[in-house]
């Protein structure tokens, strides 16, 4: 092994000997060892007349909040082991919440705010929640759900935190005690819960040394959703992890608020989905920006949004790679240490503390030299996570589902999904979970859903519906479907367009051929 190897592999060991050990602090880890005083996120509002609002909240001010909330939630009977569900957008509620549960050696289940209220009931429901903490605009989605008290922003929220005493001490669960459980995106089933222990930050924290460069000087934003892995890692967990600001913008994505927060809050380094390069290209008057880095995660980068980032944002856009299951672990990385020229179309490299290969034709880890590797199976899914493995006991080779190959040089390349996840504006959906929901109606007696190209979102839903005896395939019908997804799912997942086809091909066992349905 080289110097330069040796050094990054005892920096690697050096942050596991931090994050995995028999009496890792998750609280302590992520908030109580940082200055108080400096500033962990600043939530942006977008006022009446389009100005920034802006609110710093310090590791203090967290540590405070956190504490005191927590000793409200014990109240209500919430202890170590169990799990609270949160649905919120990127408010500082959302971090309040998450250490507050931490604290008490208990589970956050991170909830997208697009989630209608079928889909945030099945996780709750999964993660067996007794608790969910949300906002007042997402109220509605939650009442009512049986065995599951509900906690609301706001007067109620602060209340609690300013009556409660700070709790004095908080829970010490382990390397290998559960801090997170995130549900995967669902291809062929239900999606899957999987559970993300302490020493995960480990990985965390790699990603945001090696993959994103996050310096001590930089105005780091990651833009991504906390309802899902990239924002919840590397926004919220990875940020906190290494006592490094990150930005939580309140507001629905338009290009223009975008650039006014990179503009007027001095963003240096840019962590986002394709989707929001993509826009900002499009536009001509986005220009003369002087960013120091910026990464890409969800789906491969258009050459044409690289090239032209370069002139517009001030540095080229990296693609990196990775899962729920793991975090990044193939990066075009940004940090000197381990920075190499981007070829077009290529994911870049294995992140120090992954070793990555080719098997079976698709992307995999070697979970023998892997330390930084994290994922141990799927909550209450002993099958579906043995397919993930070549090895008896999850060993051998983890398998990602996707195809690629790698080069000589060591250079992985993306070829092509191995399921049939969709992954439309770095959302990833799986077809199962919109064809259930369409299904239902009284006038489908069959459907699949796939992925089709889209410029500017990567790809977009259409469903192919085989309609009973008498009824007629219509707008009216279509956009009626169309509603059914939006309110029985998710507000972003429903399909594009609606076909109305008298079968759908299927293989002899009855298993649908979306391939075919993607060439017509």
Not at 69 to 89: E, F, K, N, Q
Not at 295 to 306: F, R
Not at 383 to 411: N, V
Not at 420 to 427: E, K, R, S, T
Request: hydrophobic letters at 40%; glycine letters at 10%.
């Amino acid at each position: 092994m080289s110097e330069h190897a040796a050094a990054i592999s005892t920096q690697i060991d050096d942050w596991l000997a931090v994050y995995d050990t028999a009496d890792s602090d998750a609280a302590y880890l992520l908030v109580d060892r940082h200055d108080p005083a400096r500033v962990a996120f600043t939530q942006i509002e977008v006022g009446a007349d389009g100005e920034l609002l802006t609110e710093d909240l310090t590791y203090g001010q967290l540590a405070d909040q956190s504490r005191r909330l927590a000793t409200a939630l014990a109240a209500r009977g919430i202890g170590c082991g169990d799990t609270v569900g949160v649905l919120m957008g990127k408010r500082s509620e959302l971090v309040v919440s998450l250490l507050a549960i931490a604290r008490l050696g208990a589970v956050y289940i991170p909830l997208f705010t697009a989630f209608a209220t079928p889909a945030i009931e099945m996780r709750l429901t999964g993660g067996a929640a007794k608790l969910v903490i949300t906002e007042p605009s997402q109220v509605d989605k939650v009442k009512g759900l049986e065995g599951v008290e509900t906690l609301v922003a706001g007067p109620e929220f602060d209340a609690l935190i300013a009556d409660s005493e700070p709790l004095a001490e908080s829970v010490a669960v382990g390397g290998d005690g559960m801090l997170v459980l995130l549900f995967t995106s669902g291809t062929t089933g239900n999606p899957k819960g999987v559970p993300v222990p302490v020493r995960a930050l480990a990985g965390f924290h790699a990603y945001m040394h090696y993959g994103l460069d996050v310096s001590d000087d930089d105005v780091y934003w990651n833009a991504a959703d906390p309802g899902w892995a990239y924002g919840l890692y590397y926004g919220i967990l990875g940020p906190l992890a290494i006592g490094q600001r990150n930005l939580l913008l309140h507001a629905g994505f338009s290009p223009e608020v975008f650039v006014k927060v990179l503009g007027e809050l001095g963003v240096t380094n840019l962590a986002s989905a394709p989707t929001v390069y993509r826009s900002l290209s499009n536009n001509p008057s986005i220009t003369g920006f002087g960013l120091r880095r910026a990464s890409s995660a969800g789906e491969p980068l258009t050459p044409d949004v690289v090239s032209w980032a370069v002139g517009a944002l001030g540095c080229e856009v990296r693609d990196h790679y990775g899962q729920t299951e793991h975090g990044m672990f193939i990066n075009n990385h940004w940090h000197d240490d381990v920075r190499k020229p981007v070829i077009p179309g290529s994911m870049g490299f294995s992140m120090p503390g992954f070793t990555c290969g080719i098997e079976r034709g698709e992307i995999a880890i070697d979970t023998a030299a892997s330390p930084l590797m994290w994922f141990t199976g799927y909550l209450d899914a002993p099958e579906k996570t043995a397919e993930r493995f070549t090895g008896p006991d999850r060993t051998g080779w983890y398998l990602t589902a996707d195809a690629g190959r790698q080069e000589e040089d060591g250079r992985f390349y993306f070829t092509a999904r191995d399921d049939d996840v969709i992954i439309m504006a770095g959302y990833r959906i799986g077809p199962f979970d919109v064809e259930s929901v369409l299904i239902t109606h009284p006038s489908v007696i069959d459907v699949a859903v796939v992925g089709r190209p889209d410029q500017l979102r990567g790809e977009v839903l259409e469903a192919f519906c085989v309609l009973a005896d008498g009824v007629v395939g219509d707008d009216a019908l279509e956009q009626e479907l169309q509603v059914l997804v939006k309110e029985g799912f998710a507000a972003h997942a429903y399909p594009r367009a609606v076909h109305f086809v008298d079968e759908l091909p299927k293989t002899p066992s009855g298993k649908i051929q979306r391939f075919k349905l993607r060439q017509n």
